[in-house]
């Protein structure tokens, strides 16, 4: 059972660590400015979006430490659902409608885009080496 295995506990703590420092240096450089584009959530969570489907695709089950490490830890650390639910509702509160519908709808498809090119990107890897 992974739960009790400390490998693995350590896979997940080391991997959230590092996409928990990426996501706050985006943060850091891209802060925050009412009525302008979140680009550091958008940016974490499209790469996020783009390094999970990676790593789903390239990181097989007989390597459990490194899905456990860059799956869950660090696309788990680097994403972050509830920052963008936050920016939503501020956006709502200040009737700033055309961004809120412009960056929620622009985040779903960016991130489903993303990680649509990587599949592909990969699989035709795959194919010319077979």
Same mark, same amino acid.
């Given at each position: ?7 693995? =506990? #350590? /896979? @997940?703590? $080391? ?7 990426? !996501?706050? +240096? %985006? ?24 390094? =999970? #489907? /990676? @790593?789903? $695709? ?7 430490? !490194?899905? +456990? %490490? ?41 991130? %489903? ?18």
């Amino acid at each position: 059972m992974i739960a009790r295995d400390p490998r693995a =506990l #350590a /896979a @997940v703590f $080391l991997g959230g660590a590092a996409g928990t420092l990426a !996501r706050a +240096l %985006l943060a850091h450089v891209w802060p925050v400015v009412h009525g302008q584009w979140p680009w550091a959530t958008f940016t974490a969570n499209v790469a996020g979006a783009a390094v =999970l #489907a /990676a @790593v789903l $695709l390239t990181v097989h089950e007989r390597l459990p430490y !490194r899905r +456990l %490490l860059l799956g869950t830890g660090l696309c788990g650390g680097l994403t972050t659902f509830s920052t963008v639910q936050v920016e939503l509702v501020m956006m709502l509160r200040d009737r700033e409608f055309a961004l809120m519908a412009t960056y929620l709808t622009a985040s779903l498809a960016a991130g %489903l885009l993303a990680a649509h090119v990587v599949t592909r990107v990969i699989t035709i890897v795959r194919e010319e080496r077979e």
